[in-house]
């Protein structure tokens, strides 16, 4: 389908070129589709079709490109109220359509090139489950976006919707939206774009925001949400030369050693491992975010804490990869983990 096409070649960016052209096809072609189904035995257009457009048009209309929002948005509103002549009935068949009415009325002009206010209107459609998983893809792709102003209204409002959410459905109804259902949504995206760094880069983004806001914190002790599935996701991205996603895994890592358990020292692990990665960057970084997270969870300073401050902030981490292991070592009784074991040769 046009409409997911990302593809850029020399010309630059030729994928936003054929999403546009896409767009406008559809305007033209779906109602014209509809209309010949009314006096035909053959159905070429159905309800699943129509989510399907609807929910496309959304994540274009929340993504990273002035140009293509604007397009996007002006043809998702045309759509969205355009009527059959014949009976006045709605031209598209789709879920919660009063929900899609009220946050986009047909006579409020909306600034779609304008991510202060247009995200802010967007992250409340998130509530529909039928529209989520692309709608949340585009704001997370708007957040590892090309323009300061956009990256920070796009990840601020997503951030900020998402931390005033009930932790749970057990206090809403059932067409409300909870932290929980946000939560398994960021897992799926993870499991889905494993293979996109387009899209996985910004969502581990977004991801270490949401631990740093202290929010997915608040469903540590929650049944419905698996921690040790989004760990398995982001380790997978370790596996990368990429100096950007490493970075974004290393530091989920770090937001997952304020988790308890399990996670918590799987997490520590993977950390302790980085301390000596064979990119000397990714090792200082990863050093100075490791003090930083755990002096922000430690309460009292005891001897183990000062040994294991004194050790990530003194050690001089451009050293070789051979005489930092040793020193990282000592972080492992210290931070309660227990060190990986050798192969044996034999």
Known sequence: MG???????????????????????????????????????????????SIKVFKNLLKQSVERIDRVRSTAGKILLELLYMKKENDDSWMFEIPRRDEL??????????????????????????VIPEFRFDL????????????????????ATLIEYVNLLPTDSSTISSSELSLIDIAKSLLDLAKYFEK??????????????????GTLQKITNKDEFNFLE???????????????????????FCGMTTLNGTVRKKALFQLLGLL?????????????????TLTGSIEEDDEKSLEIEEILTNTDWNEPISQLKETRNRLYPLLGVNPPVLKSSS
């Not at 304008?114 to 998130?126: D, F, G």
């Open 3 to 49: 409409l997911e096409d990302y593809s850029t070649d020399s010309r630059g960016d030729v994928g936003s070129w054929i999403r546009e052209a896409s767009m406008m096809g559809l305007l033209e072609f779906g109602p014209l589709i509809i209309k010949l189904d009314s006096n035909s035995s053959t159905k070429w257009w159905n309800n699943d079709l």
């Open 101 to 126: 009415h009220k946050v986009l009325p047909k006579d409020e002009e909306i600034h779609w090139a304008s991510p202060s206010e247009l995200y802010p209107r967007m992250v409340k459609l998130l």
């Open 136 to 155: 949340l893809t585009g704001l997370i792709v708007a957040a590892g976006g090309m323009t300061e102003s956009l990256v920070r209204y796009s990840s």
């Open 196 to 213: 996109q760094d387009r899209i996985l880069v910004p969502l581990l983004e977004v991801v270490d925001f949401l631990f740093e806001a």
């Open 230 to 252: 989004l760990f398995e996701c982001v380790k997978k991205g370790v596996k990368t030369k990429d100096i950007k996603k490493l970075t974004a895994c290393m530091k989920v």
């Open 276 to 292: 000596v990665h064979q990119f000397p960057k990714i090792r200082r970084n990863t050093a100075d975010q490791l003090y930083l």
